[in-house]
């Protein structure tokens, strides 16, 4: 099993839409987990934190399943300016992120489209 | 800009020849990460720096491959002897020392190889 593993994609949903992303880690130690943003040719940018059973954040919910050891984001209404690559973050120091050794997954592509 | 600055931000560099990319961090970061994102590929961590010190390269290539961050100046990654493979876009990243699992990133480094 991959440390990291998402959804291939690409998905492509029209404005409005409600689209969710998973992904599965391997390291079932992992206390947190986030979601990057990277927008083409640009660099990642963090867009959530998880770090208990979920997180909400306007039109965008993270879930934890550790049981499962997933986590979905859920994106409401979608906007044009969603299209972008989502990136599921693992720490790899398992248990905290005292550095930022992160491993990234392979990413999911969003395009939103009118 | 405050930000994570990296230059050149695009370099064009023929096999056997050597690539040096240089990463200035955020105002009051003393942690430096490298991340390559090999194309069609997720980011991979390389290595984790602080001033004038390598704790962690476990993503370094053994060959041709080092980093520094010195005491004044900013970071370098030195790709020696470069091959095609080597083409990739090259992150920086940068932290404050209480880390919560968010990087900075600059605009990043593209490298070609001919």
């Known amino acids: 099993r991959k440390e990291v593993e998402q959804d291939p994609g690409p998905f492509n949903v029209p404005e409005g839409a409600t689209v969710a992303f998973n992904c599965t880690y391997s390291?079932?130690?992992?206390?947190?987990f986030f979601w990057y943003r990277q927008d083409c040719r640009k660099e990642p940018k963090l867009l959530m934190s998880v770090y208990s059973s979920g997180n909400e954040d306007g039109r965008f919910t993270a879930q934890l399943n550790r049981a499962s050891q997933y986590i979905s984001l859920l994106i409401r209404d979608s906007k044009l300016s969603d299209s972008a690559t989502y990136l599921c973050v693992v720490p790899t120091n398992a248990g905290g992120t005292s550095y930022g050794k992160l491993t990234f997954g392979q990413g999911t592509i969003l395009t939103v489209h009118p | 800009n405050a930000g994570v600055m990296q230059n050149p931000r695009h370099l064009v560099r023929r096999r056997g020849q050597e690539a040096r990319l240089r990463c200035s961090p955020m105002k009051g970061h003393s942690h430096v990460y490298w991340y390559r994102q090999l194309p069609e590929e997720g980011l991979k961590f390389m290595v984790y720096l602080q001033k004038e010190n390598i704790i962690d390269e476990s993503g370094m290539p053994k060959e041709r491959f080092s980093a520094e961050f010195p005491k004044e100046g900013p970071s370098i990654l030195r790709i020696q002897q470069v091959v095609r493979g080597d083409s990739a876009a090259y992150f920086c990243a940068s932290s404050p020392p209480d880390i919560n699992g968010e990087l900075f990133f600059g605009e990043g480094s593209r490298l070609t190889v001919l």
């Open positions: 390291n079932s130690a992992s206390q947190s």
